[in-house]
């Protein structure tokens, strides 16, 4: 035990230990560095993981807010919502393009209570008692300006006579009578063309005369949302004249550096309209000048306008490579001067019956809906859109069943059928 310090003194002192004291304190140097080092490595380990997971807590109650906001919207949406129509009083009506042809209106809801939000590209449903028509006119008008709590706004193009074709009854009827204080009968809005506000993927949306109107609600949705999701918008016309909203739209595109506003003339009129200034591109809105301007064919497509124009950029778009189910597109009537077939009197098709007509007729396979094919044989049935949008062709079936090429947009009745939108499938009775 005495000998103990000594002998360790004497160790320490040997020659053996002398010699490799270095190598000693070196281990010993070495084991303090790699215990500081992996010390670092853990804190710095450990910092990241907590950051990670307070980004991955942050994230989730992010998500969990925006649950509970859409949520809120829904819940809103449901309970001011409203079944049938509802007086909306016109609170404003402006111009909206140079030549007066286009006009805005405001409306307010006359019984003062909450309106419901709506999906960006959605429209309402007017039905309007015009003096010297046997039956109220019912048409869609797209909303065109982004959700707010007090009012709806529409934008409405003045349908002129051209040839044998008589004006547009309910767009003049809207822009020769209908001025501030006049009530109208207006749908809850409604359809399934519109802009996923949850997502933030990049939107091209795409416009031609006032088929801007849904996709211009888009637009302001986006900019109102506060959002910096990647937008492009190209919008077409004639010239200066059928420029709509023109003012609105280079002020968004001026203050928002994710808005791309690209307008194009396709008539522009000499020493009047001028490239660069007025509009950006001559021609119309095309797929060539798509796959000029947009880095790639990834984004989601909105369109609204003529259609031929729609389907040619559907065509160019899919032949690009864009997957059928991202373009999206609104049509705003059947196709003009589509030719009607006319009844054939020896269809062998399954009996339609139209009861309050008395009349039993063999389905004709050459119609493509039961409306048309009750209006080519005389039967008079309601109509508005005829694109399933709007409900007024809505008919008791009494017996037999219908199919629909598209699910119709019009939330229909049990036991009814949209006849704008269906065939027979076997006999019918139908209460018309
Ligand atoms: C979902 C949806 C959204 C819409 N959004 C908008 C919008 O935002 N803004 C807008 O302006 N429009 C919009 N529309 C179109 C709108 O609903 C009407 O179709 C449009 O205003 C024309 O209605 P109208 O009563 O003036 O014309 P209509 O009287 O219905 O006539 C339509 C066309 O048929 C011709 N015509 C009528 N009768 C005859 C006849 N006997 N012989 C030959 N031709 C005839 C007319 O000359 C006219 O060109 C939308 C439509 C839908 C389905």
Not at 136 to 156: E, G, K, M
Not at 173 to 198: K, N, Q, Y
């Amino acid at each position: 035990m005495v000998d103990a310090p000594t002998n360790a003194a004497e160790f320490m002192t040997s020659p053996l230990v002398q010699e490799n004291l270095w190598i000693v304190g070196a281990v010993i140097i070495g084991a303090i560095g790699a215990q500081a080092l992996w010390l670092t490595v853990d804190f710095f380990r450990r910092a990241a993981h907590e950051n990670a997971q307070r980004a991955r807590i942050a994230e989730l109650l992010e998500l969990r807010l925006a649950a509970a906001r859409t949520h809120r919207a829904e819940q809103e949406k449901k309970s001011f919502s409203w079944a049938g129509w509802r007086k909306f009083e016109v609170k404003r009506r402006e111009f909206a393009d140079p030549s007066s042809q286009a006009c805005s209106f405001y409306l307010a809801p006359h019984d003062g209570k909450p309106i419901p939000a709506f999906e960006p590209g959605q429209f309402l449903t007017f039905q309007l008692a015009i003096p010297g028509q046997a039956k109220p006119a019912v048409r869609c008008y797209s909303l065109s300006d982004s959700p707010r709590s007090d009012h709806y706004r529409v934008t409405i193009k003045r349908l002129p006579a051209r040839g044998d074709a008589p004006p547009g009854l309910a767009s003049n009827f809207f822009h020769d009578h209908i001025g501030e204080g006049d009530l109208v009968d207006v749908r809850a809005p409604s359809g399934r063309f519109f802009l996923d506000m949850t997502h933030d993927t990049p939107v091209v949306l795409l416009a031609a005369g006032v088929g801007i109107t849904p996709v211009l609600c888009m637009l302001n949705a986006i900019v109102d949302s506060g959002s910096s999701r990647e937008t492009w918008f190209l919008f077409g016309v004639r010239h200066g004249d059928e420029h709509i909203m023109r003012e609105h739209l280079d002020r968004v595109a001026r203050e928002h550096e994710n808005v791309h506003l690209h307008v194009c003339y396709s008539n522009p009129r000499d020493g009047v309209d001028v490239r660069g200034t007025d509009y950006h591109h001559s021609g119309y809105v095309s797929t060539e000048l798509l796959r000029e301007l947009l880095p790639s064919s990834n984004y989601d497509f909105y369109m609204c306008g003529p259609p031929p124009m729609m389907d040619s950029l559907t065509e160019g778009l899919l032949e690009w490579g864009v997957p059928e189910e991202r373009v999206h597109f609104e049509k705003f009537g059947p196709a003009p001067g589509k030719p009607k077939p006319k009844p054939d009197t020896s269809a062998k098709g399954p009996p339609v019956t139209f009861k309050k007509s008395g009349r039993t007729i063999p389905w004709d396979a050459a119609f493509e809906h039961v409306w048309d094919f009750a209006a080519a044989n005389g039967v008079e049935i309601d109509s508005g859109c005829l694109e399933g949008n709007c409900g007024s062709c809505m008919t008791a079936i009494l017996s037999g069943e219908v199919t629909y090429a598209d699910e119709p947009s019009f939330p229909y009745e049990k036991g009814t059928c949209l006849t704008c939108s269906c065939v027979p499938n076997g006999p019918l009775e139908l209460d018309a």
